[in-house]
């Protein structure tokens, strides 16, 4: 391979997730500065230890409006956003939910039916109050949480591109634990696998090959645990506080931002195969790839990439919609 040709790949561990950066030319420095800056945000974003700003917006729940950087009211405010379309699976308001399920990490247990029904009254996603003028937020209720779980890693990827842009990067490609966002396209273009739900050795169902794209993949095998045979997984159902059941095992997003894969990603497991196709009709820009139980894989449309079946165990089909 040609010194034109080779890619370099950084690695680090930041948000509990792996943090792959590839670039066509050796920079030690600048890969330090990426990781840098995802480590700023995460410190901005995260509900995974006591201070941070959004913390400081669920500590203050029930008493007073709390002021926050101008990226993290943008955030705030594309959540909620994407939390009042209607019958949305998507919630920012889900982190009691979350903290009580703990999916992921030690102590995750099924909840009582009680605390369930207790918790779910304090997800109202309305009960958000954003001011603009002020960039506050406030939570009008004790006990209510915002969680950005859902979203930060496709902000940061973003965030991550345009700063390669602005340092003069035409090719590039950095991957935040399963949100892959790409610069430009190298020859041959990029190839990014789509995993077999629940492979222990990694396998992949196929390939995806893109250029100038994002793609964000949620499924339920990423976390979950089993119990009395039954399986428990990280996508909650803001409608019931229970994981969501359907016929979905992952859902993958082409789209040219990141943050747009994590939001729809959210809002077509909720829809399923055939709601999801439909409604992604209005959106060109938005394609998904839907791996289901039954073993198939659904294309809802492929313009911005070429997918490429590796597992004779599925079957391909395009949207019926």
Known sequence: MSDTTRVYSYSAVLMGSPILLKLFAHDEALAS???????????????????????????????????VSSPVYSLIKCAKAASMLPDSAFNLAIGPL????????RGDTV????????????????????????????????GMEIDLGAIAKGYIADRVRDYLRKEGVVQGLINLGGNVQTLGTPEGGWSIGLKKPFSTSGSMIGTLEIAHKSVVTSGVYERFFEHN?????????????????????????????????????????????????????????????????????????????????????????????
């Open 33 to 67: 500065r990426v990781f840098r800056l995802i480590k700023q945000y995460e410190d901005l974003l995260t509900v995974n230890r006591a201070q941070s700003q959004v913390m400081d917006i669920n500590h203050a729940a029930g008493k007073r409006a709390v002021t």
């Open 98 to 105: 979350v903290k009580r399920w703990r999916i992921g990490f």
């Open 111 to 142: 909840p009582p039916a009680e605390d369930i029904v207790r918790l779910l009254a304090l997800t109202d996603p309305k009960q958000v109050v954003l001011n603009d003028d002020e960039q506050s937020v406030y939570l009008t209720q004790a």
């Open 229 to 321: 045979g039954q399986i428990y997984h990280h996508i909650l159902d803001p409608r019931t506080g229970y994981p969501l059941n359907n016929e979905l095992d992952s859902v993958t997003i082409v789209s040219e931002n990141s943050i747009d894969g994590d939001i729809w990603t959210t809002l077509m497991y909720g829809m399923g195969v055939e709601k999801g196709c439909a409604a992604l009709r209005a959106r060109p820009d938005i394609e998904a790839i839907f791996v289901t139980k039954a073993k198939e894989v659904v294309l809802s449309s492929s313009h911005h990439y070429r997918f490429t079946l590796l597992d004779n165990d599925y079957r391909l089909t395009g949207s019926t919609v």
